[in-house]
Every structure is written in C-alpha cells, then in structure tokens.
C-alpha cells in the first residue's frame, strides 16, 4: 500500500468512527420552556429541538456562534463544533433560556 | 376655554388613569377572555401601524413577531371559548385599553423615520408590561377555569419574552 492509500482508508476508517459515535440529543419545547434546560454532547453531536408550541422559535447561542430558527411545530438541528458550555436562548422570546456543555 | 381645559384633562385622565384599577370587583370568565383577546388584538393593530411606517429592519421584524405570535394567541383563546361555550363580554377595563391604544396609535402616527422607531418600541415594552402587570395580579388569579387559568398563563410567558424582546430592540435603536 501507498502513504496515500493508507492516509485514505486511515481517513475513511476514522470518518467513520467518528460519525458512528456522533450522537443526536433531543431538546424539547413546549409552553416556552426548553426540556432538558441543560444537555450534555460532545464535539460532533446534534443538538435537535423539537418545537410543540404553535409559535416560530429560535435556539440562538448568547455567543453569537449559532442560530437555529425553528418554525411551529417543527425542527431544527445544529452540529456542535466546539467543547465547552454554551449558553442559548430564544431571540423571539428571550425570557427562554437552555445550556448546552459540550466535551472535546 | 373651560370646555377646553376640561377636556385636556379627561385626555390626561385618560393617559394616566391605570386601566387596571387596583381594588375594582373581580373580572369574571368572559370579561378576563374580552380583555385578553382585546389587549392581544391591540398589540396587532400597533404592529400594523409599524408595518405601515417603519422602514428599520429589527423593528419592521418585530411588529412582524407580534402579528404573528398574538394571532396565534388569539386563535387559541377562540378556540378554547367557544369550546368552553364562554361568551367574551365587553366591559371597562376592555374600553379602556381600547381607547388608550387608540390615542397611542393618534400619537405615533404623527411621528416618522427614527422617532417613530422609537416611540413604537418604548410603547411596545410600556404595553406589554401593563398587560404582564394585569395578568399577574388580576386576571390569571380570577380566573375560575382551569383551562382558561392555563392559556393565560402561557399567554404571561409569550409577552414576557415581548417584553424583554421589545426592551432588547429599544437598546438597539438608541
């Protein structure tokens, strides 16, 4: 085997790996409130809100780092990208608050 | 000149009167449904305004947000009375709200570009902690049914989030 070759399938063989143990962590809202208020993902992971309120809401990150629009009754998602604690909230409806802690 | 003074002050009155006496009788069901879906309809009718006037994007964005979240809001609270077969009644504290937004919506349309912005805005977070104020204290407490006790309290919870929402885009205008 070629240095390339081996590169590649080591390439393939860790892309894999890694989208294997990526995970989707759920958040919910409903009446305004983000359940769990807090979640743990590591680097990698999704991060799927679930809206059952009739209303448009945002996860919005107070770093500015992301911004999901979640429509009524339907999802948004976001890749966590970065470790460390991240601290959200609804930019419609600021008075919504979540926190996401992110580990490399 | 007597008529004129008299009628400036039934003006002021009526600007600085709180719409919500402290110690007046309990709302019963279909008046604090009446002064929900007013006070809601009302908020509406001030974004259209803004829609109609405002040429800013945050503050164009948000009339757009109250349109569309006090629809919602109302389409709902329909849909619970005529479930719950409650007929919403007209009373003072409904005429009131009525006749301040209305001297409000007189006042602002005088006004344009930034200082129109600004006026709507500052109204906007007046307004809805009036209303946030009235909910707390008066009419999620009288309120006897359960179900209609809990859409009131959701509805607190959206026009909290207007509130500071509406507090936020005034920061951002000055």
Not at chain 2, 19 to 26: L, M
Not at chain 2, 47 to 63: C, G, H, I, P
Not at chain 2, 89 to 102: F, M, P, V
Request: net charge positive.
């Amino acid at each position: 085997m070629t240095p390339e070759r081996i590169a590649f399938v080591a390439r393939v063989i860790l892309g894999l790996s890694v989208s294997a143990r990526a995970e989707t962590i759920q958040v919910t809202i409903d009446k305004l409130v983000f359940t769990p208020a807090e979640v743990n993902a590591k680097v990698g992971d999704t991060i799927e809100w679930i809206n059952k309120d009739a209303l448009v809401h945002t996860a919005t990150a107070t770093d500015g780092d992301w911004n999901v629009n979640i429509q009524a009754s339907q999802r948004g998602q976001v890749v966590m990208k970065k470790p460390g604690a991240a601290e959200y909230y609804c930019k419609l409806h600021p008075n919504m608050r979540g926190r996401i802690v992110v580990a490399p | 000149m007597i008529v004129k003074l008299s009628a400036g002050l039934a003006t002021l009155c009526l600007l600085t009167a709180p719409v919500f006496a402290q110690g007046a009788a309990k709302p019963t069901d279909p008046q604090i449904a009446h002064i929900a879906y007013t006070a809601g309809q009302l908020d509406i009718d001030a974004a259209k305004q803004a829609l109609e006037k405002s040429k800013n994007k945050e503050v164009r964005d948000f009339a757009q947000d109250m349109v569309r979240d006090h629809t919602e809001v109302n389409k709902q609270a329909l849909a619970l009375v005529g479930k719950l077969k409650v007929k919403p009644e007209d009373n003072d504290t409904s005429r009131a709200l009525t006749k301040q937004a209305a001297a409000k919506r007189d006042e602002l349309a005088k006004l344009n570009g930034a200082a129109f912005d600004k006026a709507y805005v500052a109204n906007e977070v007046a307004y809805h902690k009036t209303v946030n104020g009235a909910l707390e204290s008066t009419l999620i407490p009288s309120a006897s049914n359960v179900e209609l006790k809990g859409l009131l309290q959701t509805g607190l919870k959206i026009f909290q989030g207007h509130q500071q929402h509406a507090e936020h885009v005034a920061s951002d205008l000055k």
